[in-house]
């Protein structure tokens, strides 16, 4: 007796834990996810996110590109060798050409430390600079090796009256910077309205299978039941031909959720970056978060933290850019001055000995005397561009502050319709329950129970519907304001992004 006890006591471990192993793997097999959890999975991890990120890597590093271009350039240029050997013709005294070997090498380097003035848009910079030449088919008596340099210089080469880029850049180039960190921020919060888009196509996918599996066992039950009636003499032919047609309907439904359903995950686990086999459970996001949102708050917050906030001051400031560039093609004047020293020797050290005073001074001048209207016509384009974009610019804002207040009232209503929708499920449940029940003692009629069956089927999908609405319009508004209404946060900060 007591090894029966002891073998039953094994073989029930033995089954224990093959069934614990089998749930564990299930659970493994099968990923959990809220609706919260699969956004920021999104978010770390779909290729499409990763794209958004490397644009926002391309932003910083053109960002740092421009900041370069305000700090000191330290170059070194030169040519190391340049050597030739060749018969040249040279011209004689008496008109004749003489053929002569040439066989020479020349060596040039030079250092020059740079800086851009962005005030005015020139170039100052302090240079110094060597040169050797050998001659090999040099006379004994000459030397082979010559040197010549300078041993320091400085130059300034300065635009009069011209187009100053530097300065707008300086304009310009913060605001790209700072509206592609916003439209990071954006872009990010796009990604979760494009996965809840997603999250609920799966989701009621799965909702419809659930109420075609559920339909058809049901049906079928009634059949059953109708069958038994029918040999009893109580349910004519007719109806039990009748509901035996709705219970090959509920199998084709069934069919066609069950492919809708693979569908939805095939989407789904593209997107977010999984094997395209995987089977996801999602968990119905019922729990509704209780905020208010007020119109004008959401439209000085996305003043705020937008990029499209941004974007209108930039495309003012580029405009005027336009008209002071053509402003500045009109005529140009250029400035070119160099003050130092150079030497020439016989050995390289001499050239930094008693070194002779190099002096330069330029004024380059080019007018137009007779362009047949060309700068006047180059000018007024750019004014009527410059007019046209601040025209576009004050439509787009009106605009913005509609799409805003428009969203916000959206929201609202939806989640009003929401409370509805909930409620609206719940009844039309319940009346189906009892009108199954009622059924199957007899006390309502086959057609009544079609009914209440339609309306609890519509109303469970009416219900997922307001759903997939309330937490689409909840992210398109984190999305239109970079802002957590919920949690009360900002989602852009210029500290931390």
């Known amino acids: 007796m007591k090894i029966r006890r002891l073998l039953f006591f094994k073989s029930f471990l033995v089954l224990f834990t093959l069934a614990s192993t089998f749930q564990f793997a299930q659970a493994q097999d099968t990923p959990t996810f809220t609706l919260k959890e699969l956004v920021q999975h999104a978010k770390d991890n779909s290729p499409y996110a990763l794209r958004i990120k490397t644009i926002r890597e391309n932003s910083y590093w053109q960002y740092r590109l421009f900041k370069s271009n305000y700090n000191p350039q330290l170059r070194l240029n030169g040519t190391i060798p340049q050597y030739y050997q060749e018969y040249n013709n040279i011209t004689q ?29 020139g170039t100052v910079s302090v240079n110094t600079s060597t040169n050797r030449f050998d001659n090999f088919l040099s006379n004994p008596s000459e030397p082979q090796t010559r040197y010549s340099g300078v041993p320091i210089s400085v130059a300034l080469q300065q635009p ?63 059949f059953s039941i109708e ?5 009893m003499g109580v349910t004519p032919e007719d109806e039990l031909l009748q509901i035996e047609l709705q219970v090959l309907n509920a199998q084709q439904d069934k069919a066609e959720a069950q492919l809708a359903l693979e569908s939805a995950s095939f989407a789904m686990n593209s997107f977010i970056g999984l094997n395209q086999s995987s089977e996801l459970n999602l968990i119905s996001p019922i729990d509704i978060p209780d905020f208010d949102v007020n119109v004008e708050r959401a439209i000085e917050l996305a003043f705020q933290n937008r990029a499209e906030a941004i974007g209108f001051d930039r495309q003012k400031t580029v405009a005027e850019s336009q008209v002071a ?33 190099q002096a330069l001074v330029s004024l380059g001048l080019s007018v137009p005397i007779l362009d047949w209207g060309r ?19 004050a439509q787009e804002l009106i605009n913005f502050q509609q799409e805003i207040f428009t969203k916000v009232k959206n929201f609202l209503m939806i989640k009003e319709r929401l409370n509805v929708s909930k409620v609206s499920d719940d009844v039309a449940q319940r009346r189906y329950d009892i009108a199954l029940r009622r059924y199957q003692t ?32 909840y992210y398109e508004l984190r999305a239109l304001t970079l802002y957590d209404f919920e949690n009360e946060v900002l989602l852009y900060t210029p500290e931390t992004n």
């Open 160 to 222: 009069i009256f011209a187009y100053n880029r530097f300065k707008w850049d300086k304009k310009i180039e913060p605001l790209l910077y700072e509206e592609s960190k916003r439209e990071y921020v954006a872009e990010m919060e796009g990604v979760s309205v494009y996965v809840t888009e997603l999250y609920f196509d799966y989701l009621i996918a799965q909702v419809n299978s659930e109420i075609a599996t559920t339909n058809l066992k049901n049906t079928e039950d009634i």
């Open 442 to 473: 007899g006390n309502v009629t086959i057609t009544n129970l079609n009914i209440a069956q339609n309306e609890k089927d519509s109303n469970k999908r009416a219900f997922y519907t307001s759903l997939r609405d309330f937490w689409l319009a």
């Open 325 to 357: 560039q053509a402003k500045g093609d009109r005529f140009q004047v250029l400035l070119n001055a160099r003050y130092g020293y150079n030497n020439a020797a016989l050995t390289f050290p001499d050239i930094y000995q008693n070194p002779n005073t």
């Open 93 to 121: 005294p008496d008109g004749s050409i003489e053929f002569i070997e040439v066989k020479q090498n020349l060596m040039d380097l030079g250092l020059s430390l740079e800086q851009v003035i962005g005030a005015t848009g």
């Open 227 to 231: 069958r038994k009636r029918n040999e």
């Open 375 to 393: 700068n006047k016509a180059r000018m007024s384009m750019a004014m009527a561009n410059q007019e046209l974009v601040d025209n576009t610019v």
